[in-house]
């Protein structure tokens, strides 16, 4: 329990980051930002590795392989359409 | 095809038909161009300058005799002959009679006044050009009349109280002049039958003065006044009495086309006004929006200066000029395209300006006006 | 690797996104915090690959190379328009790889059978469900936008309700896992019921609405990897998975704020927008008018090398004239060419843009007339029409029956991007609708002349 | 004490030298107010306004025999006698001369034109109230006889060009001519020889002529230019007939006190102008800085029309009296402060401004003037 | 209470403490901001007395009661004027806190004879080297700020020399403890070392930087909370810790570059401030200048109900008069009156302002004669001076000797606070000095006219 | 250490949100935000509570009792001041 309330701790302080960080971007790159962050959700890769790796039963590998190739999906394709979409904003 | 260019005769006028600015525009069609000798002098334009924009200079009336097109500013219809065709002011709604002269010379007269008001002719339209002249003169004329200044200044021998202005009638000219008399410092206000002017003259900064009159019906189709009955008016006059007397300045251009101007401001309003206030009347060639100007004087009643000064365009006879000008080029290559004025086309602006052909007065508005003579 | 420097390198990953996501508050620095935010990513995963406990490698690489593959052809193929529905699509990805790691989790921790901790299965239900609406509800919000299924909202007689009874039925089967965690019939149950609340959350709204849902789902893909951070006691996770959250949160009432509507009436309001405009105008402007926020267009001024203005009778009105010179004297302050273009019948009287500009201190060299101007618009990167419309009329050029044919205009339309302002899509003196702004380079800002420059100002001023 | 305030007998002044607005601040403090009869009419102030502030109305000029003060505007000597004060412009440093009869009347004569340059004086500097009024006016004249328009405007029948306006001499009339041309739209350049003034130029947005010229010294103590060569003006001609070919307008007001007003356009330059152009020559009263310009007239020579009006500030002769009568009060306030004058004060204000008194020339400049007379 | 209670109220506590921070940002929440701060004070001193591990109160009541008197005394004792050396002063007691805290709960683990975790070591040298520093440079700060010694730099030969020795004995001590944690005698060294450190880490930087070197040590006072959080394991003091550490870094960094100096040049530049102007002005001005930035103009105009425009040959010379209306309308638009003062004699010819704000399209109605608004300046919030200098003077009421005696001047002087826009402390026409410019209740923002309005604009667009 | 890395990224986050917080502080309110975060370091204070009231030995007590003192001092002056400085701003 204690360990709860750290992880929340940590959670919180998360919250309030990324509240802060947010609120300074402008309008016009909040196309690029959504992307950006749900690339960033792909985080869950990381577990699905470790699903995919343990090889616990067949079941949790079945579960952590597909989850890898969607994790991967979202990390891969979210960083390189940010990346296309921000390209648009170099100076000509 | 050959355009004349005669010096102009109208007493005082010093305006000129064609600059030589636009000679080009027209000789690169085809056109030749004739200028009379000192046409161009009092606005400014020697015969020189014609010349070096490859014109012909005619030493005498006479030698104009030749020509196919006669450009003018006030129409008149000495030498003209059949087959020419000529352009210029002649003025048809107010002197339909007159025009039945110009008709039987034979000749076939353009009448710069009759211009329709669409977004194609605007290049053309001569009235609006001159307007836009008279406006701004009408204000340097006040400024040079009032015994007063017309901006505001505070200085170390006090505090010099800005000029109140009242423009009645905001056409072109009062547009302009709301626009003049602001740039010198005036506080500006202005009223027109017309209900789509309150926020015209908002967009040139003058406030619009509310009269709790009913003019929903007030503008015709081309954008002019429809005249009111006198009644409308005197009420309007009621309601304005107070605002006249309040301002230093007040310049009139009420006018509805066709008509005498309406009077809206009487000589007991005149009297109302602080000494030294200053009246400048343009309607004053349609007869005045004020019944105690004095057309071509300047005169002091009531304490009072009264500036019914005519023709103000041709006090500023350069830039006028060049407008006109630029107003009749563009109007010839219009009618005349290819060298030929095609008299049956159904051009609207063709068919509006012509105002006499082969001996008879063809204008439908004009033949109205004569009774459909 | 030891835990701890595994840990550590966690920690640095989490910083990245940080840095990554505060690179976006400015487009010099956003391709750089994008970069910033895959290599977060990218030492995330590779440190975790070093985890000890990875005993096999096969299905991993395999995965991830499929995966890769997958992403990359999917970004680099889609049309730039199409953008939309991708975001949605890779989102839904996320939020079912969340689904799967909590699934497997569960499962893992049924074999080991060391007991579950209520924490950890209190967070492996969340994902489940968060989860299952994200990816469920993306998917939908990706076939609405492809057009795979229809755009409009879906609405039938007690969808409200229906959606409440399955909503109530999913807590319920959240709290069953929790009290049984050893059953997976219940956590997929609860899976198939977060699909069910996924579709019918996102069915029932428009096609115009789209972005917000997008964005809220954005949010919970970020709260489920969040919550799968919980069941793994990955404090990475938690920390990228708020990040995220938060971010879609805010987003999202940005979006409902400027659309003017609350999150509950664009979630339940249902039906599409409401038509813009009359009768003949709508041939012209029909669902073709973009319009943009002063920011948008302070970002394509900041780039920009030559700036035309177009005045027009509507700065005449709004009394524009003053900010519209400081909008232009910050624009040459910046290095860009500033022309004022005056169209001859601008306004409501000769010379009306003229006596206004002066007024303002317009130096009379910048002010240009049409035959000047015309042949410029083609190398102008941005034309700012104020308060005009006839005079940029391309309809005069190409309609010989419109009661302006004839009259010569001034050719924006040639210009990169044109940005109009006015109040509305109302015509001008004419009284004709103006294609101008529905074309494909036109950007409209409706407002008042005067508080669009100056809101413009203040814009261009925050953007640099 | 008592004011008197005849009306002013200069032909054309139609000035006045109090205002019923300043009464109160003069009647407040013990003075008394004597006004002939009809004296502010032509300024725009009857009778009855003067009446409604205290002052007494004198039916003739007979009548103001009996005043202690007399305060005109163009100082005039006839029914002065001894222990009058008299306050007015006595026009002392041109013609000094006059003055010894002004003396001989045995009345203490005040010179307006005198007042220091120093900061304290300025509510009474009367020069510099006019100026202001002269300077305005001056572009208000360009503007009626330039026969183009002063503002720029694009409209459908071509583009007008502004008119170039350029102001020699910029003290305080020219600095109000440039900003009056301005507000009318023209384009703008100056010159001075003073260096100070290259700043206050474009202070009021017009753009300063840089000539080659050494001026290093131009600028006296009390702000004044200091005279130069005949070579210098030789070259300033020079360098300034480019400048002057090119304007539209040309205001002159270059001026230095006590001496003829140095001659800066030659008829060679008129003749370099284009037809049209309009030179106002404000410097006319000092002999003029053209040397073709007529004083009192408007005249055309090589097609340039030449403005010599003599006394612009009584065409505005309700603001410039208002401006003046404040200068008036503000010195007679100054000077006889508890109603009596203390002529031996050492005060700077009073020593400067004093010209006569018990019958001989007093003023130090003026008697050095007269040769030390 | 159980402590999942405790750190949850803990973490109450951090949020708290960070919405109080945040609410700084704006002087209308900046009050609120403050008292959360107090309130996640209060928090998590209540929870901490409820811990199960105290078992004698009296001590601490005791202390509490002592301690609050003190400060609640102090706070309310202090003279605004003397406000920075009080922060100094109790950010000293802070600094000591840390150092009392960590050598006790260094004492608490030898009785205990648990063994030494090395993490906790180190927090424990951290605490007593950067509380000792802190604890001592506060003190030293306060003493020179509050004139007990002198307030000029003091520096010797080879004071760089002594204190890279001291300190590089610190950091020997420090892996002293870490090696030795069980003797005690090390760590009271460490903290006398630390002591001698902070004197002289303070001593040599003059009166003028003070503010910065506060700044500074309330930087590391933060850092030594959050040392004792690692000591103790407690997030709460991690969190608010590194709060106030961060806040004073970034303070600090701000000073520095709004002194144009490196924080380097600060700390070890000795001297303070040059001496600025000339001859005679130097009476009148002498130290007695303040200026202002646009934002803290922006602050006080945000709040202001009437402001009056004071415009001279300055704003005419910087052509600002169109920046000048921009402002105005701003300020109007957020609901203050705002006045034009023309001086009869501004400028430099008759009217000079009235042309140029004519020009500028300010109404007529907004410009009051100097007698008219003369008696409106003592109910004026804030007066801005635009390019103004002679016709404000207020010698010209004062010095019968002066050249501007006996004329009528604007009274700004009267306005509760004054801003004076101009370039520099250089003269106007009349060429003398003008003591206004170095009145209390005056702020200089010096730059060009219109560049200083132009930020004006902006600072007041941000503030809001 | 596993511990420790946790409470490295407490410390880590807490930076970036007193970064992220602060910067958006406009310059009139530094003095008080100094202020204010110098009574917000006093939170040293909950150690000196438990280093005093633990009572393992007289010294900790004493030196708890010291600290307590000294973070009171700092926490209550702090505030007090800094709500004394935000008066200043109030509209009049
Ligand atoms: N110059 C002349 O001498 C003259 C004389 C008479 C007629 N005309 C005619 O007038 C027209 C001039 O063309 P134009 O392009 O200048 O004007 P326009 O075609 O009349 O269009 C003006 C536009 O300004 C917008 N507007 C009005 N008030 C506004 C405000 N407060 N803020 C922002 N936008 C505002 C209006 O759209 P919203 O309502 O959507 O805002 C309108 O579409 C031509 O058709 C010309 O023929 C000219
Ligand atoms: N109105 C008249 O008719 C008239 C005629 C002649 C003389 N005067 C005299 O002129 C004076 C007028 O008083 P005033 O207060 O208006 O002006 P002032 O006393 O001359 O002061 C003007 C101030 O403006 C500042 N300044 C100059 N350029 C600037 C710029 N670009 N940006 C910002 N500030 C700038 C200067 O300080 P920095 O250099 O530090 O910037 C200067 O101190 C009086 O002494 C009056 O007697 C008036
Ligand atoms: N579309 C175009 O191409 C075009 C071109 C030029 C002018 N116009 C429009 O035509 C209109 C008329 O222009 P104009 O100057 O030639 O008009 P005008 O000279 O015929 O009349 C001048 C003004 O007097 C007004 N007026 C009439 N009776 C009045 C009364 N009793 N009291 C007050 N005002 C009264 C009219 O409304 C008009 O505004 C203008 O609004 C102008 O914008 C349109
Ligand atoms: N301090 C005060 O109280 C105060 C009051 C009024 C005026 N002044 C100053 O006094 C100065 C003179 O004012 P004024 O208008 O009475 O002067 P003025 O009428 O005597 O002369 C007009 C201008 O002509 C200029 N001039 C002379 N010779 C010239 C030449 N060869 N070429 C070009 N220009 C030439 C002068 O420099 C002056 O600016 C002004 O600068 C004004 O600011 C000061």
Chains 1, 6 share one sequence.
């Not at chain 2, 009235?127 to 836009?132: D, E, N």
């Not at chain 2, 007063?148 to 905001?170: E, H, N, Q, S, Y």
Request: hydrophobic residues 50%.
């Amino acid at each position: 329990m204690e360990l709860l309330v750290t992880t929340l701790t940590i959670f919180v302080l998360a919250i309030f980051v990324g509240f802060e960080v947010i609120t300074k971007v402008p309008p016009t790159l909040h196309t690029p930002l959504m992307s950006g962050s749900n690339a960033i959700s792909g985080i869950t890769l990381v577990g699905a590795v470790l699903s995919s790796g343990t090889q616990h039963t067949t079941l949790t590998t079945a579960l952590g392989f597909a989850a890898v190739v969607f994790a991967t999906i979202n990390v891969v394709g979210g960083f390189l359409v940010t990346n296309r979409m921000l390209a648009m904003f170099k100076r000509k | 095809m050959l355009i004349g260019v005669p010096k102009e005769t109208f007493p005082g006028e010093r305006r000129v038909a064609l600059v030589p600015g636009v000679l080009p525009s027209l000789t690169g069609k085809g056109f030749e161009v004739l200028i009379e000798t000192g046409a161009g002098q009092a606005a400014g334009f020697p015969d020189g300058q014609y010349e070096a924009k490859g014109a012909r200079i005619a030493a005498s009336r006479g030698d104009l005799a030749a020509v196919d097109i006669v450009a003018q500013v006030r129409g008149a219809a000495e030498g003209w002959r059949e087959g020419q065709v000529a352009v210029g002011f002649y003025d048809p709604l107010s002197e339909p009679q007159t025009i039945q002269a110009l008709a039987a010379t034979g000749a076939a007269a353009f009448s710069m006044e009759l211009m329709p008001r669409i977004t194609r002719a605007q290049s053309m339209d001569a009235l609006s050009s001159m307007a836009t002249i008279a406006g701004y003169k009408a204000v340097i004329l006040a400024a040079e009349h009032l015994p007063r200044l017309f901006p505001m200044l505070m200085t170390a021998a006090g505090t010099i109280a800005p000029a109140k202005v009242f423009v009645v009638g905001v056409g072109v000219a009062g547009l302009q002049a709301i626009a003049t008399a602001r740039r010198l410092g005036g506080v500006v206000s202005a009223y027109d039958v017309r209900p789509a002017v309150r926020e015209q003259v908002e967009s040139v900064g003058a406030k619009f003065v509310e009269l709790p009159l009913e003019t929903e019906g007030a503008e015709d189709k081309g954008g002019y006044a429809q005249a009111q009955d006198e009644s409308f008016y005197r009420r309007q006059r009621e309601m304005m009495a107070r605002v006249v007397a309040e301002s230093d300045v007040v310049i009139t251009t009420a006018a509805v086309p066709g008509r005498k101007a309406p009077i809206l401001i009487t000589e007991e309003m005149v009297k109302g006004m602080a000494p030294g206030s200053v009246i400048v009347d343009l309607a004053i060639e349609r007869g005045g929006n004020c019944d105690i100007t004095a057309p071509g004087e300047v005169v002091e009643k009531h304490g009072v200066t009264l500036v019914g000064l005519l023709n103000l365009p041709s006090t500023a006879p350069y830039h006028a000029s060049q407008m006109y000008a630029k107003n009749i080029a563009t109007f010839l290559l219009h009618i005349a395209k290819g060298g030929k004025i095609d008299f049956e086309s159904e051009d609207e602006i063709l068919r509006e300006t012509l105002l006499t052909r082969g001996g008879q007065v063809v204008q439908p508005r004009v033949k109205e006006l004569l009774g459909g003579a | 690797m030891p835990p701890v420097l595994i840990n550590l390198a966690y920690l640095v990953a989490s910083a990245l996104f940080i840095l990554g996501l505060k690179g976006m508050s400015h487009p010099r620095t956003a391709v750089r915090g994008n970069l910033m935010g895959a290599a977060g990513m990218l030492i995330a995963v590779v440190v975790t690959l070093l985890d000890r406990r990875i005993i096999s490698y096969e299905m991993i690489i395999g995965g991830l190379v499929l995966g890769a593959a997958i992403g990359a052809i999917l970004a680099i193929r889609i049309q730039m328009t199409a953008m939309p529905q991708m975001v949605a699509l890779l989102n839904g990805f996320g939020g079912g790889a969340s689904v799967l790691v909590a699934g497997a989790a569960l499962v893992e921790a049924q074999v080991a059978g060391a007991g579950f901790e209520t924490q950890m299965t209190v967070a492996t239900a969340l994902s489940a469900l968060i989860g299952g609406v994200t990816f469920f509800g993306s998917l939908i919000a990706f076939g609405k936008l492809q057009d795979l299924i229809t755009g409009n909202a879906v609405v039938f007689p007690g969808q409200h309700l229906l959606s409440a009874l399955v909503a109530l039925s999913a807590v319920g089967l959240a709290v069953g896992l929790v009290l049984r965690p050893e059953s997976m019939e219940i956590y997929w149950a609860l899976v198939g019921v977060a699909a069910v609340l996924g579709v019918l959350a996102t069915i029932g709204i428009g096609g115009a609405d789209m972005p917000v849902v997008i964005s809220l789902l954005n949010s919970y893909s970020g709260l489920a990897a969040s919550a799968t951070g919980f069941v793994l006691q990955n404090n990475m996770l938690i920390i990228a998975g708020s990040l995220v959250g938060a971010s879609g949160i805010i987003l999202t009432q940005i979006m409902c704020k400027a659309m003017n509507r609350s999150l509950a009436n664009v979630l339940f309001g249902g039906l599409g927008a409401a038509p813009v405009a009359g009768a003949k105008a709508d041939d012209v402007y029909g669902g073709k008018v973009k319009s943009a926020s002063p920011e948008e267009i302070a970002i394509l001024l900041d780039s920009a090398r030559r700036v035309v203005f177009v005045p027009g009778y509507g700065m005449a009105v709004s009394q524009a004239q003053h900010a519209v010179r400081a909008l232009a004297k910050l624009l040459e302050d910046k290095g860009a060419e500033v022309i004022f273009a005056v169209h001859p019948v601008a306004g409501r009287m000769p010379g009306h843009m003229n006596v206004l500009l002066a007024e303002a201190d317009v130096p009379y060299e910048a002010l240009l007339e049409m035959d000047v101007v015309n042949p410029m618009f083609s190398q102008t990167d941005v034309s700012i029409v104020i308060g005009a419309n006839d005079v940029v009329n391309p309809v005069a050029r190409t309609d010989p029956q419109s009661p302006i044919a004839g009259m010569p205009i001034l050719d924006v339309d040639k210009s990169r991007t044109v940005v109009v302002i006015k109040r509305s899509l109302s015509p001008g003196f004419a009284g004709i609708p103006n294609p101008l702004f529905a074309a494909d380079n036109t950007l409209m800002f409706f407002s008042d002349g005067q508080k669009a420059v100056n809101d413009l100002i203040a814009a261009v001023k925050e953007a640099s």
